[in-house]
């Protein structure tokens, strides 16, 4: 909330209450701002009556603008009954009031209709009430401006008001306003430490005043905390739709939501021919996958004429679908092999998202090249193995060469088994 008056409000306690004037009526009590000051007087009188007090004293019937004079008007009142006039009237120019307007057709006696803040009490349209009063309930009421009201609200306003002054213990100090107002202490009150609290949500207590806030979630709308709805502050470029527990951002006609961030919207078509969006300037733009054709025309690109599949081809506007054989799948725009593949698999290329693409969970072997190392053992390792098997086949041979000159071993009978082998010439052999 805009807090309409300054900062510093300073409660004058009235210990005696004296005649600026003898002619004059005295305030029953004030409240001073750092450069205003609003006092109530308890004098029966008509609208004009009392708007003559007001200036006597230099200032004017008072304007509520904001949820810190209707503060200042409670702590007047002091729940005191009665009807006080407020700086309110029913504009010249109109013969009735207005109850859909903010100020129903009033104005303040400063000749403006600035506000934050209204308290109208439940009525209809008035023809005869032209002027505003205020009760102990701070409802605003219109009343006929010729009946005499129970008293009047004034407002003051000067360039400085009066700092507690450091006087000497024991010297008594007297503080005073131009509209009668007088009193023995000026002091800063915590408006918040009031029960009930002046505020619906949340008090601040500033140096002589108060500021209303509202907790997160809410905002401060002709002095109450009402409920934000989540597309207050929804990141959505051009609609948004409340939910029951968020929102959900959508698009003008001629638009479409962006698949890639659900918050933006791309211009969208969903024919062969559309009209272009164009702003003042002229520049006319189309979706992707169209161009523009004339002046204001857009015209789908066919992109299945361009070979962007491998296989099949299915043209739609704005984009295409890539089609694989049984036995393929897709990745990206190409059908790849697959093991057993029995299904026909469509890539879109009309920007829509593409579905996950099964991969198998075991991949067959990568074929790896060899180290170099490797390669030269392997070539030792055979050339050693051929040298092994030359060398054996060469000790054979000169074995086989030893043995014509030899004696030759026979196996004679069981009685020569058990004494062993016995030599023999080989010319003996049978």
Not at 106 to 121: E, I, K, Q, S
Request: charged fraction near 20%; glycine fraction near 10%; hydrophobic fraction near 30%.
């Amino acid at each position: 909330m805009r807090p309409l008056l300054p900062p510093s409000l300073l409660l004058l306690l009235l210990g005696t209450v004296a005649l600026a004037q003898p002619r004059d009526l005295s305030p029953a009590g004030a409240q001073c701002l750092e450069h205003e000051c609003f006092a109530v007087f308890w004098a029966s009188r008509p609208f004009s009556g009392a708007s003559e007090g007001c200036e006597r004293g230099g200032g004017h019937l008072m304007t509520v603008r904001s949820t810190v004079a209707e503060e200042a008007i409670a702590l007047l009142l002091q729940n005191r009954e009665g009807q006080l006039w407020l700086g309110l009237s029913l504009s010249p120019s109109l013969s009735c009031t207005e109850p859909s307007r903010r100020l129903r057709g009033f104005r303040w006696v400063t000749g403006d209709r600035n506000t934050d803040y209204t308290n109208w009490a439940s009525s209809g349209q008035r023809c005869e009430e032209r002027c505003v009063t205020v009760s102990r309930d701070l409802r605003w009421e219109e009343r006929r401006c010729e009946e005499a009201a129970d008293g009047f609200l004034c407002q003051y306003s000067y360039g400085g008001s009066c700092p507690r002054l450091a006087a000497p213990h024991g010297v008594p100090v007297t503080y005073a306003t131009p509209f009668g107002a007088r009193g023995a202490d000026c002091e800063d009150i915590d408006d918040c430490a009031s029960e009930p609290g002046p505020c619906e949500q949340k008090c601040v207590n500033t140096k002589g005043g108060f500021e209303c806030q509202c907790h997160s979630g809410y905002r401060m709308v002709d002095g109450r905390c009402q409920r934000l709805s989540p597309c207050y502050e929804a990141p959505c470029q051009q609609r948004c739709e409340e939910l029951p527990h968020g929102y959900r951002c959508g698009c003008h006609p001629g638009y479409a939501v962006n698949p890639l961030d659900a918050t933006l919207c791309r211009l969208y078509c969903n024919a062969t021919e559309c009209s272009a969006v164009c702003d003042t300037s002229g520049a006319c733009e189309c979706p992707e996958g169209f161009v523009l054709d004339g002046d204001e025309l857009c015209v789908d690109v066919d992109e299945c004429a361009s070979d962007h599949c491998e296989f099949n081809c299915t043209n739609t506007p704005g984009g295409f679908q890539c089609h694989c054989p049984h036995g393929f799948h897709l990745r990206g725009i190409e059908c790849v092999p697959i093991q057993g593949g029995d299904g026909e698999e469509v890539f879109s290329g009309d920007f829509e998202p593409v579905p996950h693409t099964p991969v198998p969970s075991r991949p067959p072997p990568k074929a790896e090249r060899l180290h170099p190392g490797m390669l030269v053992g392997i070539a030792v390792g055979a050339l050693l193995s051929l040298l092994a098997v030359l060398a054996l086949g060469f000790h054979l041979a000169r074995k086989r060469c030893r043995s014509h000159g030899s004696m030759d071993y026979k196996y004679s009978g069981p009685h020569e088994k058990e004494l062993g082998l016995q030599p023999v010439p080989s010319g003996q052999k049978p």
